[in-house]
């Protein structure tokens, strides 16, 4: 399926400094290490060596469950495609880290994917969004050739 498929088209602007700090996983596919967490947040922060560290996070399977982490580490490696970034998590393998919806005003959201269309997050800097809101980012993903049926809601809880 994903050969097929043009890139994502990224957003055309992404200030780092702004995306950076805590953020909601408010929709995801399911995958790997967060296929079982609930209450998952994405924090991302600047590195001295200009790059962005990654600790995601959540419980498993209750938001009374066991705190679990993943440390990672994120960069940009094209300053010409500010919305397509990098993530290398256990210094195994380094994903695309694809954002293509953005609040760009307040960088209060975002949505972020990958080219082949199997990882999706709907991001938030708060714990859920309105049901407009979450329409808005299923139509943003919809329309870069997203199938949603797999798309799961994620429980959370204030901070």
Known sequence: MGELMKPL???PTLDLSR????????ARFEHGFEKKLVGVTAEYTLRKDGRVGVLNSGFMHRL???YVKAKAIAWRPDEAVPGAL???FFHLFASDY???GLDDISYSW???GDNSRSSLW???RTPTVSPPLLQRMKE???AQGYDLSSLRLVEQKER
Do not use: M
Request: proline content about 0%.
């Open 64 to 66: 009374d469950g066991r």
């Open 140 to 142: 943003i993903a919809t």
């Open 9 to 11: 088209q990224t957003v």
């Open 122 to 124: 709907f991001l938030s």
């Open 19 to 26: 995306y950076l700090g805590l953020w909601y996983e408010v």
């Open 110 to 112: 975002a949505v972020v």
């Open 98 to 100: 694809l954002v293509f």
């Open 86 to 88: 990098k993530v290398r």
